[in-house]
């Protein structure tokens, strides 16, 4: 497992969050993704009840209210209704989340891939991700053990689609482009 020191990421790499609830937390990770080298940086966390969807909706906007984010309405044996029900609330609460449905073994074999690849680094202050990822394991019928694992969740949902869907902060990408319009041209070259 690759823990990162914690770095200053370039604001105009793009970014995504996951979310996962279970019967009582609601999980959150965020990334943000390095389309050069295909590589994940998870560089937040959080865990809370899961009747406080309001409190992690603010959590979720202040750190990147433009980002996109992932949700899995069909996890943990969810009713599709009740799965509907979750994302309406985020949708009310001003976050744009895409409902994905994800299998738990092929998203914990992509987050196996990314590591073994270097491609998912891990910032060293997501204790919480830490802890359950060491925790994570499979039953003696080689199923995946369902317990305490939101954060290993949503890192299923960001390593199998956080990519396709990560969007940089649209007025970061205006005032780089400010910065590089602002630069004079070199007299011998022209560029």
């Known amino acids: 497992m690759d823990a990162t020191d914690h770095f ?23 990334a943000a993704h390095d389309r050069e ?35 899995d309405h069909l996890a943990r044996g969810r009713a599709p209704q009740s799965g509907q029900m979750i994302i309406e609330a985020m949708l009310d609460l001003h976050l744009d989340v895409f409902a994905m449905q994800v299998d738990p073994d092929a998203g914990a074999a992509e987050v196996a891939r990314r590591l ?5 680094k891990v910032f060293s202050t997501c204790n919480e991700w830490l802890s359950q990822y060491r925790a994570y394991r499979r039953n003696k019928d080689g199923d995946l053990v369902e317990e305490s694992d939101g954060l290993m969740r949503a ?27 602002g630069q004079s041209r070199c007299d011998v070259t022209g560029y």
């Open 116 to 120: 073994a690849t270097k491609r998912l």
């Open 37 to 71: 080298s295909d590589t994940l940086y998870v560089y937040a966390e959080l865990v809370m009840p899961r009747h406080e969807l309001a409190l992690v909706a603010d959590a979720i906007k202040k750190r990147a209210s433009w980002a996109p984010g992932l949700f």
């Open 155 to 181: 890192m299923d949902l960001l390593a199998l689609s956080g990519p396709q869907i990560a969007m940089a902060d649209v007025e970061t990408l205006r005032n780089v482009d400010d910065d590089w319009a």
């Open 8 to 30: 200053k990421l370039p604001k105009f790499w793009p970014r995504v969050w996951a979310l996962d609830v279970d019967h009582a937390r609601a999980s959150v990770l965020w």
